[in-house]
């Protein structure tokens, strides 16, 4: 037999227990704790990890002795990416079989961040709860949005709001609100009360407040660059009703989504500019590889039904 197709076949040998094991490994730092964390005796870890090494001819593991932490040679946090990978699809494909085996019923994993949680959620859950009544909805939220794909792509949601565009391969993803932005600032501002609305060089001479972590600040410093201009944020924050608050005190200008915004606040003034920036773009993410419950495909339709409606607003405004 030539010598590639022996290492082809010996390679046949890894299991995902063994990769399991050096997964834990990594993040444990040691035989004993890996072993704890898996449910195995050390002696068992022990062996997968040399296994491993002898399927893949290489060392993977620096083994110092004493109270030293465990680590990973090179060819092992090679070899970890891979695993990473692997084991993130076994666990996407049992949620793919829990799934298809409750149909109607269990429970959907929805991923979340703070304006669609605060203002389309409740109106897509009260609907949704009505019609699926077997279907226990849980809720996950992060101020990161690729966070929520990631969780996605590893099968521990099964959908999640997400920004777009969003940059993870194996996700799908359907636009449910085109989401404008605005001007917030104190109802005295010069700004407040223009005919026109300002432009662009305008709002980035003044004093900005902004998102301290959500790419919200990345897409609106970005449009603000092309002025030729840095803008100047003098202030960061992931909540809402902070960036809010503190434009109402008159620390600065807030550009905000629409969809962030508290309107009922007499203390601010909210000033559309949709004709200067394009909107921030919300969605929905799933992984295209995964099986997608009919309780799945009905949330999506849900939340584009109910975001609809939001737009409309939007649009006999523009």
Not at 54 to 71: A, M, Q
Not at 185 to 201: G, M, Y
Not at 262 to 282: K, N
Request: aromatic share 6%; hydrophobic share 45%; with cysteine.
């Amino acid at each position: 037999m030539e010598p590639d197709r022996l290492t082809h076949d010996r390679w046949h040998g890894v299991e995902l227990r063994h990769l399991a094991a050096l997964q834990a490994l990594a993040q444990e730092g040691s035989f004993g704790r890996a072993a704890r964390a898996l449910g195995y005796t050390q002696s068992a870890v022990s062996q997968q990890i040399a296994a491993l090494e002898r399927v893949v001819g290489h060392r993977l593991v620096e083994r110092p002795g004493g109270p030293r932490p465990v680590t990973l040679t090179e060819a092992g946090r090679l070899l970890l990416s891979h695993a990473d990978a692997i084991v993130a699809r076994l666990k996407a494909a049992q949620a793919d079989m829990a799934a298809l085996a409750e149909g109607a019923a269990g429970t959907l994993r929805i991923g979340t961040f703070q304006s669609v949680g605060a203002r389309i959620l409740p109106a897509v859950m009260s609907r949704f709860t009505a019609d699926w009544t077997d279907i226990d909805v849980e809720l996950r939220e992060s101020a990161h949005d690729e966070e929520l794909a990631r969780w996605v792509e590893r099968g521990e949601l099964d959908l999640a709001f997400v920004m777009l565009p969003i940059e993870v391969e194996p996700l799908e993803t359907v636009q449910v609100l085109e989401d404008p932005y605005v001007l917030v600032t104190r109802p005295d501002s010069p700004l407040a009360h223009r005919e026109r609305t300002p432009t662009l060089r305008e709002i980035v001479a003044e004093r900005l407040i902004g998102y301290r972590d959500c790419r919200s600040t990345d897409m609106i410093a970005g449009q603000l660059r092309t002025t030729g201009q840095e803008p100047h944020f003098v202030f960061h924050s992931d909540d809402n009703g902070t960036l809010q608050g503190l434009a109402a005190a008159g620390v600065g200008v807030a550009v905000m989504p629409r969809l962030t915004v508290e309107p009922s606040d007499e203390s601010v003034a909210i000033v559309d500019i949709a004709q200067r920036m394009a909107p921030r773009l919300i969605g929905i993410a799933w992984h295209r590889d995964r099986y997608q419950s009919p309780a799945a495909s009905a949330f999506v339709e849900t939340a584009r039904a109910v975001c609809a409606e939001l737009e409309k607003p939007y649009l006999s405004a523009a």
